[in-house]
């Protein structure tokens, strides 16, 4: 992973925000010491770690509302047996209907070209109405592959479209998301962008196991006298890819809730029951079989291909954490350097979470600039919403 060893939040000052952001929100990132070259095809650069400044206070919005199944959309390729097995499975867990789905024939491979997307845009927009018209809020795609447009996500591409990533300088800042740290339940309808997240499983079983565990969650956690969860936050030594440690809240007991912050060294991880949230920097995973995931846990590392699903590069990819038990992950598709915007904030993933937020919705507001974000899992798992 090549690039500034703790980016800045004014390094976003030269990227093209949308008119909608939300500026008047507090940065939640520490400012860097400093950038490191950006070499991204010459392996991990030789940076020193920035020294970052205690952690500001964060606030978030006051969330009224989530997502709910009647606000999706469904993408279903035709020309993958997974995807129609998948597609299958959830629309009959989600109760959605015939109106919510979308078919189309997509090539098997990793990546779309710009074509191949366009064409596949205009069928979501003939299909569910252009974003801000419309019920549908939110997309699931039921593959694992494609999962990139060119050097973005295909997730990002279809919130933000494939321009908000230049692939001559990936490592550079990218397209602030308006949706990030944001109050808004309706992204389409008063944001302008519909969010997606991938049904990407290791298989068909995996991921009926996945879907399974994500209606599971709904509304089960934050009750009266339940055990509580543990947040696993863990280090690497790797101070590249440590550099969310200095967004990691304090360890122990969190005030008035059933949830212990652990911080503790990433390999081997500790033993820990009831994992909610666990984040790390590696790239190869260590064995995760001590985390024990409730249903609807969020799980991610930090590292530069997590979202190259097909693992080509020789990195842990999020696939390695569903298989664990996590319900949703992140990954970037292509080299984002280690800019802490690029990657699941620990708080605010946390802080929207416990409010009753969606998978999908707390995923993508914790991430500042999403375009190479890959964002795998059931989008619709809500544990702390109230039943």
């Not at 097995?85 to 009959?92: E, M, N, P, Q, S």
């Amino acid at each position: 992973m090549a690039g500034p060893a703790a980016a800045s939040e004014t390094a976003a000052a030269d990227t093209p925000r949308p008119a909608s952001a939300a500026a008047e929100r507090p940065a939640p990132f520490p400012a860097a010491a400093g950038r490191a070259s950006e070499t991204p095809s010459a392996g991990p650069a030789a940076v020193e770690p920035s020294r970052s400044p205690a952690l500001p206070a964060l606030r978030v919005p006051r969330l009224r509302g989530r997502l709910h199944a009647a606000d999706l959309g469904l993408l279903i390729n035709t020309a993958d047996p997974y995807s129609l097995a998948v597609g299958a499975h959830y629309i009959a867990a989600r109760s959605l209907r015939p109106e919510q789905v979308l078919r189309v024939s997509l090539p098997l491979r990793s990546t779309l070209s710009g074509e191949e997307f366009e064409a596949l845009r205009q069928r979501i927009a003939s299909r569910f109405g252009p974003p801000g018209e419309g019920r549908v809020q939110a997309l699931a795609l039921a593959w694992q592959q494609p999962y990139a447009v060119g050097c973005a996500s295909i997730t990002g591409a279809l919130a933000l479209g494939p321009q908000a990533v230049d692939c001559a300088q990936t490592c550079a800042a990218t397209l602030a998301s308006p949706y990030f740290n944001s109050a808004s339940t309706r992204p389409a309808a008063e944001l302008g962008l519909r969010p997606a997240m991938l049904l990407a499983a290791p298989d068909e079983a995996a991921a009926r196991a996945l879907i399974d565990r994500g209606v599971a969650a709904d509304g089960r956690l934050g009750l009266r006298g339940a055990p509580p969860v543990q947040l696993a936050l863990l280090r690497s030594g790797d101070a590249r890819r440590d550099v969310r440690s200095a967004l990691y809240p304090p360890a122990g007991p969190m005030r008035g809730l059933p949830l212990d912050v652990v911080q503790a060294p990433a390999d081997p991880p500790p033993e820990l029951p009831r994992v909610l949230i666990a984040q790390m920097g590696l790239a190869q995973l260590p064995a995760l079989d001590k985390l024990h995931f409730v249903p609807g846990a969020l799980a991610d590392h930090l590292t530069s291909w997590g979202g190259a699903l097909d693992g080509h590069h020789g990195q842990s990819t999020a696939l390695a954490w569903i298989a664990a038990g996590a319900t949703a992950s992140h990954g970037t598709v292509s080299e984002p350097c280690n800019h802490v915007q690029k990657f699941p904030h620990p708080q605010l993933l946390l802080l929207h979470y416990l409010q009753g937020a969606t998978a999908i919705e707390a995923y993508w507001k914790s991430v500042a600039w999403p375009g190479q974000s890959l964002f795998i899992g059931e989008p619709l798992a809500a544990p702390y919403a109230r039943r």
